[in-house]
Each structure stands twice: as structure tokens, then as C-alpha cells.
């Protein structure tokens, strides 16, 4: 079984920044991409940014220039640097492992909030 925990979520102001950190733990045997996605109240689960193994990362288009991507594969852990947040970005976070396999697991989720 594969565990993913995530940190870093809280309240800011509009303008501000976080980072969110999110580490794998478990029965990993190989990792084909992890990352993030949200959902805010009344909305779907929707994606935030991802990246591949090799280090090819995709991001949505609201938050494309303002979120960064990155991991450290030795530790099996992604991060979200989130710089210039918005009211909108306000949602709980959830890290995302996809295996080699395919096989699709989630963290619990941090709540960000974005609140003057």
C-alpha cells in the first residue's frame, strides 16, 4: 500500500505565497508522475500541476506562471511553490501518485485558503 502525506496548506492573503510538500511512502516500486490537484466547494476535483519521473511537468492554465512543480525522486516527494495566490485558488489540495502500473493514489488533502 502506498501512502502519500501532504503539508504546508494555511491561510494567506491574496498576493501571498506557500509551498506544499506531499512525501510517498509504502510499497513503491516505481512512480510514473505525481502531483497535484484541488477542489473547491461545489466544484470538481480539478488538476493543479504534474510531473513525470523525467522531470517533464504540465500545469493548468490558471496557475500556469504562478505555481512551480518540482520533486526529489530520492525521497519520493513533490512540492508546490504557490506565489501570487488568489481568492480563487482557495481549495483543498490533494498530492497524486500514478505508478508505473497505472495505478492511481491519493493523499488526504491540505486546505489552502486565500482570505484578505
Known amino acids: 500500500q502506498v501512502q502519500l502525506v501532504e503539508s504546508g496548506g494555511g491561510l494567506v492573503q491574496p498576493g501571498g505565497s506557500l509551498r506544499l510538500s506531499c512525501a510517498a511512502s509504502?510499497?513503491?516500486?516505481?512512480?510514473?508522475?505525481m502531483g497535484w490537484y484541488r477542489q473547491a466547494p461545489g466544484a470538481q476535483r480539478e488538476l493543479v500541476a504534474t510531473?513525470?519521473?523525467?522531470?517533464?511537468?504540465n500545469y493548468a492554465d490558471s496557475v500556469r506562471g504562478r505555481f512551480t512543480i518540482s520533486s526529489d525522486n530520492a525521497l519520493n516527494a513533490v512540492y508546490l511553490q504557490m506565489n501570487s495566490l488568489k481568492l480563487n485558488d482557495t481549495a483543498v489540495y490533494y498530492c497524486?501518485?500514478?505508478?508505473?502500473?497505472?495505478?492511481?493514489?491519493w493523499g488526504q488533502g491540505t486546505q489552502v485558503t486565500v482570505s484578505s
Open positions: 509504502g510499497r513503491i516500486f516505481s512512480i510514473y508522475a
Open positions: 510531473i513525470i519521473r523525467g522531470g517533464v511537468t
Open positions: 497524486h501518485l500514478k505508478s508505473q502500473m497505472f495505478n492511481d493514489y
